[in-house]
């Protein structure tokens, strides 16, 4: 397992040569998905319940491995639509070239991480072998504790939905029924005013003061247009600011990071874009940079995709965080830190049944 560690280290570097990457063909299906949340999601954008996003599946046409891939947009996210996706898969043809996937533009983000990352799986025979045993995970939380595991103890709780004081009077309740020494992560979708950012990051620091790194940062809490005042805010107060709207794409983390920004940054791997351009971004980067992967709400498909990279580049950035794919409330019937447990054998079984059931 360890040598599969190391090989991970560094992705899209092995079985590539001979062929000239223009020759190399492989068949290409896409499918669309439709999958309701078992519980609607509730962020500072409404109410969201169904993933819609396309399920891919790339065979090899010289070894005939199949890679499976997902495009899971995010429009309110900055990623592609949904009808854009299907556009472009639409017209590429059955059979496909290297050279197609790897010049798949930057704005269609989504389409380039779904196709890229089926094609890296069609060359890494041991895909589903993946040791992800290193990552921790950041729960999702709803409403009210619910039913938790009692470890590990990061939590992620949606602000910016109903009004601030009803909000803090929840958390400190929420505060008294999670583990001792839990954490949590606020996380606002960019929607409070500027004034609302002041008074939660004023509370956290209150709360932070008493019980230490009891809130571990305060996610987009103005949208990516204020720029300015994020930044202003990340300097005035103690309680860190993680951005996570304002970097959706590699284009943006890498302005925002040029603009001199140090804070975190939270990394949707489904909607970056291409991640070996990204793996590219972070091993330059000396401070490493404080990067965070998180779940897009994506299918086993995209999920497992998703941790791949994530555990690959965890060891390029600043601090092993937990990762936020601790969504499982999310789905019925399958959870994706689970996929870290299961068996390379079942972890094919579940890709195989999600692409037949869109079949
Ligand atoms: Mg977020």
Not at 88 to 112: K, V, W
Not at 233 to 238: D, E, G, K, M, W
Request: charged content about 20%; glycine content about 8%.
């Amino acid at each position: 397992m360890e040598s599969m560690k190391s090989d991970l280290q560094t992705r899209g570097s092995g079985g590539r040569e001979g062929t000239p990457s223009h020759k190399r063909m492989f068949l290409f299906q896409f499918r669309p998905y439709r999958c309701p949340f078992r519980q609607p999601l509730r962020t500072h954008h409404g109410l969201w319940s169904v993933r819609e996003g396309i399920l891919i599946r790339l065979t090899h046409l010289d070894t005939g491995l199949d890679g499976y891939g997902e495009i899971a947009p995010i429009p309110w996210f900055g990623s592609e639509t949904l009808a854009e996706a299907l556009q472009f898969c639409q017209q590429l043809t059955s059979s496909i070239s290297e050279a197609q996937i790897l010049a798949i533009p930057e704005e269609l983000s989504a389409c380039r991480f779904g196709l890229e990352s089926a094609w890296l799986a069609c060359q890494e025979t041991h895909f589903f072998h993946a040791d992800l045993s290193h990552l921790s995970f950041c729960y999702l939380l709803g409403a009210d504790a619910g039913s938790l595991p009692p470890y590990p103890r990061v939590y992620k709780r949606k602000i910016g939905v109903a009004p601030i004081e009803q909000e803090w009077a929840e958390i400190k309740l929420l505060l008294e029924q999670l583990p001792r020494g839990s954490r949590l992560r606020l996380d606002a979708n960019g929607g409070l005013t500027l004034a609302e950012a002041k008074q939660w990051l004023a509370n956290c620091d209150a709360l932070n003061r008493d019980l230490p790194g009891t809130v571990e940062w305060i996610e987009q809490p103005l949208p990516p247009t204020q720029h300015s005042y994020l930044f202003q805010l990340s300097q005035t107060y103690q309680t860190p600011i993680a951005l996570d709207e304002s970097v959706a794409q590699l284009q943006q983390l890498q302005q925002l990071h040029r603009s001199g920004w140090r804070g975190i940054l939270v990394v949707k791997p489904a909607l970056m874009g291409s991640c070996l351009a990204l793996q590219d971004y972070l091993e330059q980067q000396h401070p490493p940079l404080d990067v965070v992967f998180s779940s897009a709400l994506e299918t086993p498909i995209g999920a497992w995709q998703g941790m791949v990279w994530a555990g690959s580049l965890q060891p390029k950035t600043a601090y092993p965080r937990a990762v936020g794919w601790g969504v499982g409330q999310c789905f019925s019937g399958w959870d994706p830190v689970r996929l870290v447990t299961a068996s390379p054998a079942e972890r094919a079984a579940l890709m195989q049944k999600v692409w037949q059931t869109w079949s």
